[in-house]
C-alpha cells in the first residue's frame, strides 16, 4: 500500500499524458485487428513470449535455452511486420484517409445521378440473372485496379451498365469501376475476399466485392446470376435481398455518412443507424444460391 502511494505522488500531468498516449496506442492497434485473423495470430505470439520470458528467468542455468530465447526475440521482431502486413497497411491508409478535408470533393448532383443510373440498371439486370459487380471509388483510390482492365471513361447511364454485363460479351466478365459519375474501366479483376465467413453459397462476384471492400472504402454492388439477388459490399460486410429502393437509399447513406471503419463483421456507427431504420436487416442472403460458379 506505502508502494502505491508512493507511486501516486510522483504522478504529474506529464505522466498521466505520457499514460493515457501509451494506453491509447495499444487501444487504437487493439481495434485495428479486431475481428481479423491477427488476434489469433497475436495471441499466440503473447504466450509464446511469455513462456519464454517465464522459462528464460527460472531457467538461468540453461545456456543453450537461454542462448536460443536471445537470438529468437530479434527475429521474432522483423517477424511481426510480415505477419501483419494486411493490418498494417490498412492501419496506414486509415491515416491517409484522415486528410480527405483536404481532398477534391464531387458534386452531390453528379454522385446522385450515378446512384440513380446504377439502381435503375440493377435492378433491370436482376429481372434478366444478369450476374453484375458494379464498384464506386471513394475517398481510396483504386487506380491499381483500374489497370488491370479495359479503360473507358464514359458516362454512367443504365443502358451501358446493361450493355457492359450482357452475357457472352467481351468485356461482362469482370467488375466496373464508377469515379464521380463516370464509368472508368470494365473488366477489372478485384482481389477475393470473405475468408472469416462460412457461406458457402457466395460465388466470385461476391467474395471479389468483399475483397475490395475489405481493402478500401469502395462500396461494391453484386447481382447475382443464378438468384438475381442484389446485394452491396462496404467495410467488409454484405448486406443481401435488396430492392430498389433500399438499395438506392443505402447507396446516398454510404456516399454521404462517413460511417467509422470496424474490423469486418462488426456494426459501426453509420451501420446502427441503417438498422435501426430497417435498413440493414441481415447480412444473410435471402435466397440459397445454388452454384458458385454462375455468380
Given at each position: 500500500?506505502?508502494?502505491?502511494?508512493?507511486?501516486?505522488?510522483?504522478?504529474?500531468?506529464?505522466?498521466?499524458?505520457?499514460?493515457?498516449?501509451?494506453?491509447?496506442?495499444?487501444?487504437?492497434?487493439?481495434?485495428?485487428?479486431?475481428?481479423?485473423?491477427?488476434?489469433?495470430?497475436?495471441?499466440?505470439i503473447l504466450i509464446l513470449s511469455v513462456l519464454?520470458?517465464?522459462?528464460?528467468?527460472?531457467?538461468?542455468?540453461?545456456?543453450?535455452?537461454?542462448?536460443?530465447?536471445?537470438?529468437?526475440?530479434?527475429?521474432?521482431?522483423?517477424?511481426?511486420?510480415v505477419i501483419f502486413q494486411p493490418e498494417l497497411r490498412r492501419a496506414l491508409e486509415r491515416v491517409g484517409r484522415t486528410g480527405g478535408l483536404l481532398a477534391s470533393a464531387r458534386p452531390a448532383a453528379q454522385?446522385?445521378?450515378?446512384?440513380?443510373?446504377?439502381?435503375?440498371?440493377?435492378?433491370t439486370l436482376s429481372q434478366l440473372r444478369h450476374g453484375a459487380l458494379i464498384v464506386f471509388e471513394r475517398e481510396t483510390g483504386l487506380e491499381s485496379y483500374i489497370e488491370s482492365g479495359v479503360r473507358l471513361e464514359a458516362n454512367v447511364s443504365a443502358d451501358l451498365l446493361l450493355t457492359l454485363f450482357y452475357p457472352n460479351t467481351v468485356l461482362h466478365d469482370g467488375g466496373v469501376i464508377i469515379r464521380g459519375d463516370k464509368i472508368v474501366a470494365a473488366a477489372v479483376v478485384l482481389p477475393l475476399g470473405g475468408e472469416m465467413t462460412n457461406d458457402r453459397s457466395l460465388g466470385t462476384r461476391h467474395r471479389a466485392a468483399l475483397g475490395i471492400s475489405e481493402g478500401t472504402d469502395a462500396i461494391a454492388i453484386v447481382v447475382s446470376?443464378?438468384?438475381?439477388?442484389?446485394?452491396?459490399?462496404?467495410?467488409?460486410?454484405?448486406?443481401?435481398?435488396?430492392?430498389?429502393?433500399?438499395?438506392?437509399?443505402?447507396?446516398?447513406?454510404?456516399?454521404?455518412?462517413q460511417l467509422a471503419p470496424t474490423a469486418p463483421g462488426r456494426l459501426g456507427p453509420g451501420h446502427t443507424i441503417l438498422k435501426r431504420l430497417g435498413l440493414l436487416k441481415s447480412t444473410k442472403p435471402a435466397v440459397q444460391a445454388q452454384s458458385q460458379s454462375k455468380q
Open positions: 500500500m506505502a508502494d502505491l502511494f508512493f507511486i501516486l505522488s510522483r504522478l504529474n500531468w506529464i505522466s498521466i499524458i505520457d499514460i493515457l498516449l501509451v494506453a491509447l496506442v495499444f487501444y487504437w492497434i487493439l481495434t485495428l485487428i479486431q475481428g481479423t485473423q491477427a488476434v489469433q495470430l497475436l495471441r499466440g519464454a520470458i517465464i522459462a528464460a528467468s527460472a531457467l538461468n542455468t540453461l545456456t543453450a535455452f537461454s542462448w536460443l530465447i536471445n537470438k529468437a526475440l530479434p527475429a521474432l521482431l522483423v517477424a511481426i511486420p454522385v446522385e445521378a450515378a446512384i440513380q443510373a446504377v439502381t435503375h440498371a440493377a435492378v446470376e443464378e438468384t438475381g439477388i442484389i446485394s452491396i459490399a462496404h467495410n467488409g460486410q454484405l448486406i443481401r435481398g435488396l430492392d430498389k429502393k433500399r438499395l438506392e437509399q443505402l447507396l446516398l447513406v454510404f456516399h454521404k455518412t
